[in-house]
């Protein structure tokens, strides 16, 4: 029953080296075997029968040790008859007998031991959508600020939410750390709980502060970089536009002026005209009256020669 899975020549030359170890010790064949398999391990030829490496016998699980101990007497027997005989002439149902005696590798650990990961993973999703801000999914505030943000160009439109969706992944990894410590908090022993310092708490929380401002400065930068690096003809059509307005303005300030200044003009020439009337007018009345002073004058005289003759 023990030579059944073995090939004809390991057969006969176990029953050889049974016949050798019989001969010196027949009280105890079992002691010859064990003699004489360290004899015929020094050689370390390549097994042209069965191939099975020593490493791995070893690192078989613990509960496998019978079968490894029977498997070890086995190896010692196969060493004896490969080192009488290192080439056989029949390798493949060697092949086929040590493929029958070794067990299947056995992946069931290793699954249990991934099943926990998609429930871990389940349990981060349930946590982080229980987080909640003042943006909605879309990241607006609500109808007004949807209103107030279409009413923006395309690139500030873009530059908010993209500082807002910064803002909120930094709130969202800042919550979910408050979050796990307080979870490991809660698991912990309560002598653990009374080694945690508050000043640690204190100091992740000015960090988390910290990186989140330095985060909205980078921000900052890059959408004015982004700017003035791709708004230079929109800068441009502003200017112009100013440039526009300035000027009709002015042209505008000019026509008001010209036309309050012709207006003056033309009530001064009135004025002027009103005056030279006036002064006219006087200078007539002032000759009339001496031309009537000047006959009542030569009247006055023609009377006083008449009554003097």
């Not at 060493?79 to 086929?96: E, K, L």
């Not at 800042?174 to 796990?180: F, G």
């Not at 230079?232 to 307005?245: F, G, H, K, V």
Request: aromatic content about 2%.
């Amino acid at each position: 029953g023990r030579m059944a899975g073995l090939s004809r020549s390991e057969q006969r030359q176990l029953e050889a080296a049974m016949r050798e170890s019989l001969g010196k010790d027949a009280k105890d064949p079992a002691e010859g075997k064990k003699k004489e398999a360290p004899a015929a391990a020094p050689p370390k030829k390549k097994p042209a029968g069965k191939t099975i490496p020593g490493g791995a016998l070893k690192k078989k699980p613990p509960p496998k040790k019978p079968e490894a101990g029977r498997k070890r007497t086995r190896k010692a027997d196969l060493s004896d008859s490969d080192s009488s005989d290192a080439s056989s002439p029949d390798p493949g149902p060697q092949d086929s007998s040590s493929s029958d005696e070794e067990p299947a590798p056995r992946a069931v650990p290793a699954k249990k031991r991934a099943k926990p990961a998609p429930a871990a993973a389940a349990a981060s999703d349930s946590e982080e959508s229980s987080f909640e801000d003042e943006f909605d999914s879309e990241l607006y505030k609500g109808p007004e600020d949807r209103e107030w943000m279409m009413t923006l160009n395309e690139l500030e439109r873009e530059a908010i939410l993209a500082e807002r969706l910064e803002k909120r992944q930094i709130a969202k990894e800042a919550w979910m750390l408050k979050h796990q410590r307080k979870k490991q908090a809660a698991a912990a022993p309560r002598q653990q709980r009374r080694k945690v310092e508050p000043d640690s708490r204190k100091k992740a929380a000015k960090a988390a502060l910290d990186d989140m401002a330095n985060k909205k400065k980078e921000v900052r930068k890059k959408v004015v970089r982004h700017e003035e690096d791709s708004d230079d003809e929109q800068q441009t059509r502003r200017e112009r536009e100013r440039e526009e307005r300035e000027r009709e303005e002015k042209e505008q300030r000019e026509k008001e002026r010209e036309m309050e200044e012709s207006e003056e003009e033309r009530e001064r020439e009135e004025r002027e005209k009103e005056e030279r009337e006036k002064e006219k007018r006087e200078r007539e009345q002032r000759e009339r009256l001496e031309e009537e002073a000047a006959q009542a004058r030569a009247e006055s005289a023609s009377q006083q020669q008449q009554q003097q003759q």
